[in-house]
């Protein structure tokens, strides 16, 4: 039995965050050997060397392929959660704007402060919050609620990018709100969002599956 025995093997990016010996750890071994969660989250990253006083091993990660240029993040939101915040959009009478926006439409917005999340951008006429002063409709992704620190997987600023509900985004004429509603009524449960970005720009793709 060895001396010194590993700490708990985190099952998650979150959890990973409060073992970083481990983490370290588990990125010297071979992908072959690593937990299914960790190979999704380092992607095509290569591993630099890992300090052993490093507190965040896996924001050591990011930081060090961000110099590389193309990074990629896949992220997991609950269905009928994101479908309930794009109706909220669809039906509002007003739409607050974006940056760099100058028409108002519905639209989700997806953002990185507190974890990372999508919402409606419908005005809502009455400003009303939950029991923890947040917005109605607002989304978080699977493994990134509040409280969480997406830097390991979206870098160091914090953002919000724009998710058109209404402009057809497929070749056959469907729009985000439409393929949304379509996969409801087949008993999809995730939407899906993957983003392919650098310094200078950034690519969206969805999925529901």
Request: one cysteine or more; a negative charge; hydrophobic letters at 35%.
């Amino acid at each position: 039995m060895p001396e010194h025995a590993p700490s708990a093997v985190p099952d998650s990016v979150e959890t990973a965050m409060n073992h970083p010996g481990e983490v370290r750890r588990l990125l010297a071994l071979p992908a072959g050997q690593r937990p299914a969660w960790l190979n999704t989250f380092l992607g095509s990253m290569t591993i630099p060397p890992i300090s052993e006083t490093s507190t965040n091993p896996l924001l050591d990660v990011v930081m060090a392929n961000t110099a590389r240029g193309e990074r990629n993040c896949t992220l997991v939101f609950p269905l009928d959660r994101v479908l309930a915040a794009a109706e909220c959009a669809a039906a509002a009478d007003t739409h607050k704007l974006g940056y760099g926006e100058t028409g108002a439409a519905p639209r989700l917005w997806w953002v990185k402060d507190d974890g990372t999340y999508l919402m409606s951008n419908g005005q809502d006429p009455t400003g009303t919050r939950d029991d923890n002063g947040r917005l109605p409709h607002v989304v978080h992704a699977d493994g990134w609620g509040p409280g969480t620190d997406a830097r390991s997987v979206l870098g160091g600023d914090d953002f919000r990018e724009s998710l058109d509900l209404a402009t057809p985004v497929f070749e056959d004429g469907t729009t985000l709100l439409g393929m949304l509603r379509e996969a409801n009524t087949q008993d999809a449960t995730r939407f899906v969002l993957k983003a392919t970005f650098d310094d200078t720009s950034m690519e969206l793709t969805y999925i529901t599956e």
